[in-house]
């Protein structure tokens, strides 16, 4: 039982290349999120998904595109990447307020510098 | 849009002692209240979570919910080194939402 697994963990871009970041989660979630973490702050809301074909944007979606076409898969792409989106990501899984509180589980991160 | 509030510390204190993280909320309709501990370079894990009804002690953590003060409180008694972390405090929002403080530097010196 991997939980919840990103990938890469670690990349290097230049300024106007793209990429995705893979997120894969054997926990059965319906809910899925992308994080972005700037050092000293908190984790920011990029994306999330209630279940597959449903996505919708969080508080800070522009430059990312997401999609979901299942459970298990959440991945999150980067077009033309700045200099501003270096940070870390991470991608989350829910279990949803209907069993009580959403509660979170992450992966390990992926640690994203854009150069 | 949902705010929360956390003191970014440093927050000291010796081995042993009692250590207290505050976070503030601005949504006074919050039902779900999470703290969240994470080590340098790691990602955050999930310590205990409340809801609006009453507070929870698990182990060496209290958490403690103020609804008129609209502030949530962990506790972490005997404090260990191990206990050296970022604290985050998130709040549930609305579509099942987090919505997550900037975090708590906690020390603790042996």
């Known amino acids: 039982n991997a939980g919840v697994t990103q990938t890469p963990k670690f990349r290097i871009l230049k300024i106007g290349q793209s990429m995705t970041l893979q997120c894969t989660q054997d926990?059965?979630?319906?809910?899925m999120y992308w994080y972005r973490q700037d050092p000293g702050m908190g984790l920011k809301l990029i994306y999330y998904?209630?279940?597959?074909?449903?996505?919708d944007k969080g508080e800070v979606p522009n430059g990312y595109n997401v999609s979901r076409s299942t459970t298990e898969d959440f991945p999150l792409r980067l077009e033309l990447a700045a200099p501003s989106q270096t940070s870390v990501y991470f991608c989350?899984?829910?279990?949803?307020?209907?069993?009580?509180?959403?509660?979170?589980?992450f992966g390990a991160g992926s640690r994203l510098t854009v150069l | 849009q949902k705010e929360v509030e956390q003191n970014s510390g440093p927050l000291s204190v010796p081995e042993g002692a009692i250590a207290s993280l505050n976070c503030t909320y601005s949504?006074?309709?919050?039902?779900?209240f999470f703290w969240y501990r994470q080590y340098s370079g790691k990602s955050p894990e999930l310590i205990m979570f409340?809801?609006?009804?009453g507070d929870k002690e698990d182990g060496r953590f209290t958490a403690q919910l103020n609804k008129a003060s609209q502030y949530v409180s962990l506790l972490i008694r005997d404090s260990q080194p191990s206990d050296s972390a970022t604290y985050l405090c998130?709040?549930?929002?609305?579509?099942?939402?987090?919505?997550f403080g900037a975090g708590t530097i906690l020390r603790v010196k042996s």
């Open positions: 989350a899984t829910g279990t949803g307020v209907s069993s009580g509180a959403n509660v979170l589980t």
């Open positions: 926990m059965n979630h319906n809910y």
């Open positions: 998904s209630v279940g597959a074909g449903i996505t």
């Open positions: 949504d006074r309709g919050s039902q779900s």
């Open positions: 409340i809801y609006s009804n």
């Open positions: 998130a709040i549930g929002g609305d579509g099942n939402k987090l919505v």
